[in-house]
């Protein structure tokens, strides 16, 4: 008698367990997410996607231009969630938006970098020399980073480095010329420059090398992609699925045969 306590005990145990670990919402099976033209949404599709569906979900797309008409449709209601952004562009976002989303937990990241321009070392930057750097808030601030972190120029101390901007540079010896503009442009033009700063997403969709890159930023944490929705939903059974997908061991295989070092993955606690 003992004995059998003990195996209904444990059975019961990892009944719960696989329940826990593989929960499923039954009420919210249809799960809808902004989908843009990307390495984010693709690296969804191809590795989270089927985890989800192979719980039971179902999973769809929507369509949108970029990345503030993601925000839009998903404070709106019109999709539950999307994976293309990080917390400081997230920020700026509620901020300016009245928006009420929130973001659930790191995901793997295209890191921005510096690209060859006309130059293909670092070693040959010169006095005057041009660099092409995004033009949106916290890209700007990314790469104004990156630069300080190659020793070519100091920020001013006590700043929120999140939001800095060319009135923070307190130091550039070689007079470098910071010209801001729209981050899909860049590689376009990147000749036209002696060095260029390219964001993650830019690096995929423009077929940019990553191997080229000279320098990669180091990703703070408010830089990280997270899986994204509305505040509401944060607690959500479907939600939390999301996440654990992207925590999943299924997922970790996924990126361990398809992961050509143009991604940075989070290491995750739990």
């Given at each position: 008698?003992?004995?059998?306590?003990?195996?209904?005990?444990?059975?019961?145990?990892?009944?719960?367990?696989?329940?826990?670990?593989?929960?499923?919402?039954?009420?919210?099976?249809?799960?809808?997410?902004?989908?843009?033209?990307?390495?984010?949404?693709?690296?969804?599709?191809?590795?989270?996607?089927?985890?989800?569906?192979?719980?039971?979900?179902?999973?769809?797309?929507?369509?949108?231009?970029?990345?503030?008409?993601?925000?839009?449709?998903?404070?709106?209601?019109?999709?539950?969630?999307?994976?293309?952004?990080?917390?400081a562009y997230l920020k700026n976002?509620?901020?300016?938006?009245?928006?009420?989303?929130?973001?659930?937990?790191?995901?793997?990241?295209?890191?921005?970098?510096?690209?060859?321009?006309?130059?293909?070392?670092?070693?040959?930057?010169?006095?005057?020399?041009?660099?092409?750097?995004?033009?949106?808030?916290?890209?700007?601030?990314?790469?104004?980073?990156?630069?300080?972190?190659?020793?070519?120029?100091?920020?001013?101390?006590?700043?929120?480095?999140?939001?800095?901007?060319?009135?923070?540079?307190?130091?550039?010896?070689?007079?470098?010329?910071?010209?801001?503009?729209?981050?899909?442009?860049?590689?376009a033009v990147a000749s036209d420059?002696?060095?260029?700063?390219?964001?993650?997403?830019?690096?995929?969709?423009?077929?940019?090398?990553?191997?080229?890159?000279?320098?990669?930023?180091?990703?703070?944490?408010?830089?990280?992609?997270?899986?994204?929705?509305?505040?509401?939903?944060?607690?959500?059974?479907?939600?939390?699925?999301?996440?654990?997908?992207?925590?999943?061991?299924?997922?970790?295989?996924?990126?361990?045969?398809?992961?050509?070092?143009?991604?940075?993955?989070?290491?995750?606690?739990?």
């Amino acid at each position: 008698m003992k004995n059998l306590s003990k195996l209904v005990l444990a059975v019961a145990t990892a009944s719960l367990f696989s329940f826990s670990a593989n929960a499923f919402d039954k009420d919210h099976s249809t799960l809808t997410f902004s989908k843009s033209q990307g390495p984010y949404t693709e690296l969804f599709i191809a590795g989270v996607q089927p985890i989800l569906e192979k719980e039971g979900y179902t999973v769809k797309g929507v369509d949108v231009s970029d990345l503030l008409q993601a925000d839009i449709a998903l404070n709106e209601g019109e999709v539950d969630f999307n994976v293309e952004q990080h917390t400081a562009y997230l920020k700026n976002f509620n901020e300016a938006q009245d928006g009420h989303l929130v973001g659930l937990a790191p995901i793997p990241t295209v890191p921005a970098g510096i690209y060859p321009g006309a130059k293909n070392d670092l070693s040959k930057v010169e006095d005057g020399d041009s660099i092409a750097i995004p033009s949106d808030p916290s890209n700007t601030a990314r790469a104004y980073q990156i630069l300080e972190k190659i020793g070519w120029i100091k920020i001013k101390d006590g700043i929120d480095k999140t939001k800095t901007t060319a009135n923070d540079v307190a130091e550039n010896p070689r007079n470098l010329k910071f010209v801001e503009m729209g981050s899909l442009g860049i590689p376009a033009v990147a000749s036209d420059f002696a060095y260029v700063v390219i964001t993650g997403s830019v690096v995929y969709n423009a077929k940019v090398d990553p191997k080229s890159v000279l320098q990669q930023e180091t990703i703070a944490p408010h830089l990280l992609l997270q899986v994204t929705v509305k505040e509401s939903d944060k607690d959500s059974v479907w939600a939390q699925d999301i996440v654990k997908a992207y925590k999943s061991k299924e997922f970790k295989e996924y990126l361990d045969k398809n992961n050509d070092g143009l991604w940075y993955v989070p290491e995750y606690k739990d």
